[in-house]
Every structure is written in structure tokens, then in C-alpha cells.
């Protein structure tokens, strides 16, 4: 396919997408919905689950089906790294601390959940002591205990057996990993981790050797999960995890299905986080967007678990045709292109400025799909959502209204000697809605200026590692690298140290893909991590904000907005800063 059809053709979806948001009465949400779990709910209005909850209610029944493009990465809480999966993971794991139940920003909020609250911190930010809440039990009725949630935390230790989950508890608690793990602890109880003390069942002590100010928020993760050693089938533990929250698994067929039930062990005395409305939860895997879509807007389900947006003709026809049950989630995933240090003439920071002069960041948006179906120009390289974003903007992208500079570009191509241009090589995923197409719209831009640029699609399930793999990049000649990124956990920490900090950058999946090796980054990590407060923290992430755009390090060029279809059958919606914009599955209920 060729740019300027591919551009035409999106362009014009954009637009028909614009002009259907523009004309509609029920911006924000109407009043229409269920309020009672009564009959059967309308569309609440578009918007209706932004920053409130579409649908209300409290009646409980009914099975909640969700359809997804893609599996989780792994149902075991210790080794799942998919944002949608530690969404749905909320229906059968708790952890101490986790987010609050609630629209929009709040929430960010942690609050407590098997824990009686969030932690009390004391010896100036090393300790953290946590009291569990009484009548919290497995699946099985047995008691709950903090050994359990112990033995769970030390799983992420066995990392030959549990792999790809988050490590960032390991590398708090235990950066030297002198620990190996309960699967070789010599220990007669297989708790062994001197970082974790459990004086009683009710009580957890975590002992840090330094501050980390964003050490709750790695508490919050699927990986703080409780396990119980008698339960726990190591690798296999995938297939069948053993619950501690409102639903169990009936059956899991991987890459097609799950099923989850109630779980009648639950005591909802012990949890003030999940409502448990529906009986029953199906999740239907198919990698047939289109028809996802379609099966969607027709009723035959209720969520794209997901959460990544609608496709080009689907969100038109949602848009069109039934906008009540439309949101424009507000994601925190910024759209970027890595400049790759390591290979000429990129590693100038001169020819990496003319990038981001020559890059016409209005028309990337509206490949897209516009401000509404895209999102907004990106300045910063922090998104909103995160403290330490700002209005920064010293290439002047939003003064000029995402228009390029060609005249600015050319002098930098003159000040690092490439004054004709130079020769490199972009990747992007084709199996990424839009990426591809995105790509061949800069490729277009850039070779204005002279930067001739070779658009090499790879399939993302393998971005890992080949983009994910210096060597890899090395070999194929990459320059620049097309991706997206949204926080693991909402601060600066969360977002940008796998991108940006040297300490990230490894042999296999690497995310720092301009290959940063700078100490005054890591440095400015170190600083904000060990600042307990976070407004102070936000504080010292401007500043590495500003270093990255002033060295011309990674380019962000998308905020991104998702068109979403939320089933006329839901109540109880609403979209989740704390899980990207996506709605807060656990909080869902269906009309029967």
C-alpha cells in the first residue's frame, strides 16, 4: 500500500469519525442508562464512562462477556506484564495495597485491600508495616496469611522458573539478588527473603536498603500477589492459579478462552475494592479485529478487554451509527520514535534535532486518526497523566501547530555535517493498528529534508527481540524504532526508567531503544526515586524531561486517544486512570 493512499484513506476515516463526535447532543453522558440493574440498559451517551460511572448499579447476576485480540501473557500474577492483564487479573488476586475503585484520576489513589490501609512508613523510608484485614481466605476457605503474601512476593526471585513479570520488587528489596528464591531456599518454610519479615499472620514488615518513593505502587502489581506454597505448580501455575478475590477459574484454554466463576469463599466483608456483580465471566480470544467489532457492536459481547481502541471501519460505524455507546478513552500511552545513539549520524545530537524540525507531527496525528480517534500532539516526553509532564516544548512543535520547520532541520543537518541528508532505517509493527502507516507518513516527511528513511515492518510479537535486541538493531541498521509505551505504574519511575535509564538496557527485551548511556539521567533517577513526596519527585522528573528534549533523545509525537465501545449491556463503567484509560473490570456488571 502506498503512503498517500494509506494517508487519504485514514485521513478520511478521521474525519467521518470527527464530524459524527461533533454533531452528538450527549457529550459527557446522558441519564438514559440503567440506574438500578432494572431492564435492559440503553446507551448511556457518548463520553458517559469519562470521569464518572455510565450505568450505575448494584444488581448482581448475569455473565460479563469480553473478547480480546490477544491472550494474557500469563494468568500467573507473578510473571503477566499486558497492562489488560493486570485489569482482568483484579477479578481473582489482591494484593496489600491497590487502586481505588474509582473514574479517572482517582484512581490513582492506592488505597487498602488486603491490608487494613497503606503502609506505615518509618525509618526514613526504609520501613513499610502492614496489618492484613481480618476474614480474607483462599478459595479453598483456608485463612489468608502474610506468609502467603510472602511467599507470593518471593516467587518473583525464581526467575529460571517465573519469568516475565516485573522485577521491580526484587531489585527494592534485594538489588544484589543474594536471594534465589523458595523453589531453592534452604529454609524449612521456603521463606528465606531477610528484605520481608512476618512476626504474625496479620502482620508484614518490608525492610528496603534505600527510599524508594514508588515502592507501594510495586506493591500494587499483580507480582505482590499472596500465593500458597501448597498450591503454587511453579511454571504451570498459569493454568490454574488459585484464588484470593471474588472469582476462581473454571476452565482456561489458552490463546482461545477463560471462564471465571464465583468464588463462594469470598467474604465481601473483607474487601472494600470489588463489587463481584456478574456470576459469571467468559473472555473469548480472536485475532479477527473486524469481526470483534462487529460481534461487539451486535451485543454478542460486552468489553474489549483489550482496551487498545476500535479499528479504522469500526469506530466510524460505532461513531456513526450508535455513539451512545461510545467512549474516547484518554490513555496514558505516548506514541514515540526512539533515536537509535549507537548509529550514525544519529548518535550527533544535531542530526537527531533535524528529526524532530523536519517531523510533521500534525499530519502523524492525523494519520491516526485526528485529535479525537489519534490524540494530542506530544511535547513532552512524560505523558499528562504522570507528574513531571510539561509544556516544555523546545522545538516549538505546539507553537507551530505540529507543523515542521524545514529551515531549522536543514541548519542542524548542516551542524552535524550531514548538510544533503543522511541514509537510515525506521521499523514498525504491522500487526500495531496504524503504525505501519504512521511510519511511511514520516518517511514521506523526513525525505523533504533530505534523511531518507527505509520503513521496515516486523511483527510485534517478535518486537522483543529485534527491537528489543541491540545487536539485532545493529545488524539490520536501524535507526529509529516505532513504538508505544504507557507507565507500568503512574509516575516517572514508572514510565521512563525502562526507556531511558542506562541500568535497563539489555541483550533481550530492552526498551531503552535509543540506547541511552548517559549518567546524568540516571543520575536525575536516583534523585527522584529516593524523594518520597511525589509533587517534589514531579519536580526533579521535569528536569529529566527536559534533558531528554534538549539532547533530542526520543522522539513523542502522539498523546494517545482510543475510540472504545462500551456494550449497552454494562453498567457500572467507567474508564481508569490507574489502568490506562481502560475501564476498571472488576468494578463491571451486565443487565440480564
Known amino acids: 500500500m502506498s503512503t498517500v493512499t494509506s494517508k487519504r484513506r485514514l485521513t478520511a476515516g478521521a474525519a467521518l469519525v470527527v464530524a459524527a463526535l461533533m454533531t452528538t447532543t450527549a457529550c459527557g453522558g446522558g441519564d438514559d442508562g440503567d440506574s438500578g440493574g432494572g431492564s435492559k440498559a440503553k446507551g448511556a451517551g457518548f463520553n458517559a464512562a469519562f470521569n464518572k460511572v455510565a450505568n450505575p448499579s448494584t444488581k448482581k447476576g448475569g455473565t460479563l462477556k469480553m473478547v480480546g485480540k490477544q491472550d494474557l501473557d500469563s494468568a500467573d500474577p507473578q510473571r503477566a506484564y499486558y497492562g489488560f492483564a493486570w485489569d482482568f487479573m483484579r477479578f481473582y488476586t489482591r494484593q496489600l495495597v491497590t487502586y481505588d475503585a474509582k473514574p479517572g484520576a482517582a484512581s490513582t489513589k492506592l488505597v487498602g485491600d488486603l491490608a487494613t490501609g497503606p503502609g506505615v512508613i518509618s525509618d526514613g523510608g ?32 525464581a526467575t529460571d522458573t517465573i519469568t516475565g513479570g516485573p522485577q521491580y520488587l526484587m531489585q527494592t528489596l534485594d538489588p544484589k539478588h543474594e536471594y534465589k528464591g523458595p523453589y531453592k531456599d534452604t529454609s524449612a518454610d521456603k521463606l528465606g527473603l531477610k528484605a520481608i519479615e512476618t512476626p504474625d499472620d496479620s502482620t508484614i514488615i518490608f525492610k528496603l536498603p534505600k527510599p524508594n518513593g514508588d515502592f507501594e505502587q510495586f506493591l500494587a502489581m499483580p507480582s505482590g500477589s499472596p500465593v500458597k506454597a501448597s498450591q503454587d505448580t511453579k511454571a504451570k501455575y498459569t493454568q490454574r492459579p488459585f484464588s484470593s478475590g471474588p472469582y476462581k477459574f473454571e476452565t482456561y484454554k489458552p490463546g482461545k478462552s477463560i471462564v ?35 460481534k461487539l457492536m451486535e451485543g454478542d459481547y460486552d468489553v474489549d478487554i483489550n482496551g487498545t481502541g476500535m479499528t479504522q471501519s469500526g469506530r466510524v460505524t460505532a461513531v456513526q451509527d450508535h455513539k451512545d455507546s461510545v467512549d474516547n478513552m484518554q490513555t ?26 523536519a517531523t510533521d507531527f500534525a499530519a502523524l496525528q492525523q494519520t491516526r486518526g485526528g485529535e479525537i480517534a489519534g490524540g494530542a500532539i506530544a511535547n513532552s516526553a512524560l505523558p499528562a497523566s504522570i507528574k513531571g509532564h510539561s509544556d516544555y516544548d523546545p522545538y516549538g512543535v505546539l507553537a507551530r501547530k505540529g507543523k515542521p520547520d524545514a529551515a531549522k532541520a536543514k541548519e542542524e543537518l548542516k551542524a552535524c555535517g550531514q548538510p544533503n541528508g543522511f541514509t537510515t532505517k525506521l521499523s514498525a509493527r504491522n500487526n500495531n493498528p496504524g503504525e505501519v502507516d504512521t ?6 516527511q523526513l525525505g523533504k529534508v533530505g534523511i531518507k528513511i527505509e520503513v521496515d515492518p516486523i511483527d510485534g510479537a517478535e518486537a522483543s527481540s529485534i527491537t528489543g535486541s541491540p545487536s539485532v538493531v545493529k545488524k539490520r541498521g536501524y535507526g529509529m524504532t516505532m513504538s508505544g509505551w504507557g507507565p507500568d505504574f503512574p509516575s516517572g519511575q514508572g514510565f521512563g526508567q525502562p526507556l531511558w535509564d542506562s541500568r535497563f538496557l539489555s541483550e533481550t527485551g530492552n526498551y531503552n531503544e535509543s540506547q541511552l548511556k548517559d549518567p546524568q539521567i540516571d543520575k536525575i533517577f536516583d534523585e527522584a526515586i529516593a524523594e518520597t513526596d511525589p509533587v517534589k519527585a514531579g519536580e526533579i522528573y521535569k528536569s529529566l524531561d527536559k534533558r531528554i528534549l534538549d539532547q533530542a533523545d ?33 468494578s463491571l456488571g451486565v443487565v440480564k
Open 439 to 444: 511510519a511511511e507518513a514520516l518517511q514521506e
Open 332 to 357: 496514558s500511552f505516548v506514541r514515540y520514535v526512539a533515536l537509535v545513539h549507537t548509529a550514525k549520524p544519529l548518535d550527533d545530537v544535531h542530526c537527531r534535532k533535524a528529526v524532530f524540525y
Open 260 to 294: 471465571l466463576v464465583r468464588n463462594d469463599k469470598w467474604d465481601k466483608s473483607s474487601d472494600t475494592i470489588r463489587a463481584a456483580l456478574p456470576d459469571k465471566i467468559s473472555m473469548t480470544i480472536s485475532a479477527n479485529l473486524e469481526e470483534n467489532d462487529k
Open 554 to 586: 526520543w522522539m513523542p509525537f502522539i498523546y494517545e486517544k482510543n475510540i472504545t465501545w462500551r456494550g449497552k449491556r454494562l453498567t457500572n463503567a467507567y474508564m481508569s486512570d490507574a489502568y490506562n484509560g481502560r475501564y476498571d473490570y472488576v
Open 126 to 157: 526504609k520501613t513499610y508495616t502492614y496489618k492484613l484485614r481480618p476474614g480474607v481466605t483462599w478459595e479453598d476457605g483456608s485463612k489468608l496469611t502474610s506468609k502467603d503474601v510472602k511467599y507470593g512476593i518471593e516467587r518473583i526471585w
